[in-house]
């Protein structure tokens, strides 16, 4: 697993940067509603897409969560004042305080079905009835795209994808939460090419793989083999899955109340300076 307070520094830049997250953030916001006011991003990151969704949308307040220190940092400096460094686990917010909540590339990195339920979970908390929940699922298979690096990297051992859209659903209905539509965008600049990807696998990015080790030797030098090293192969196409929060039986559309969970109150966040 990446040490993303260490990653945060060249994150953005090995990631695409801007194009990317404006690809991103467009589609984030097609699936948000017309008349949202209020939009909590979980898992934000360095803020690059939380940015551009808040300048996306006039009207529309953004607060973005991470648990990486060094990430929240740098998501401050884009969104000063507006960035919680806090759990995704247990968001320090109130039932019902959001009309929207996101996770952008956050799922597959919960590390097991337990904690994939629980984020789910909490963003279905903290969205207000009539609501909408939009997250990336299946960013793994995102990354293959039938090209020669697939083909190494296809006799890896397996890893579960805790992201899967099948088991995100479920963890989504297990919480009220109905499925409401999808989109696709273009990882801009995350084509990989071989010799990348060996420095990506050196890095630790691929969980049954670990640096150093025999096999990812292996594999490394099977992509070291590959022609073309530093020919980027096509950017992967990333998968948004909508779901909406019902209203309440006999209920009609206002503000929600605000009961606090576990006596949090929202006093109590811990803004990044």
Known sequence: ?????????????????????????????????????RLLDVGCGTGIVTRRIAAGREGLRVTGVDLVPAMARRATARLPGAVALADSRRLPFADGEFDAVTSVWLLHLAGGAENTRAIVGECARVLRPGGVYVTTVDKGASHNVGSDIDAVLAARPPSTAHDAARLVEAHAREHGLLPAGGARFTGHGQGRSPR???????????VTLPPGEPLAEEFAARLAALPDQDRPRPDPVFTLAAFRKPWGEGRQPGRPGRRLRDGIHPSSRRFVP
Do not use: C, I, N, Q
């Open 1 to 37: 697993m990446l040490d993303y307070d260490k990653e945060a520094e060249r994150y953005d830049e090995s990631r695409g940067g801007e194009p990317r997250a404006a690809a991103a953030a467009h589609a984030v916001l097609s699936l948000v509603p017309p008349r949202a006011r």
């Open 196 to 206: 990348r990807t060996v420095a990506d696998l050196r890095r630790g990015w691929f």
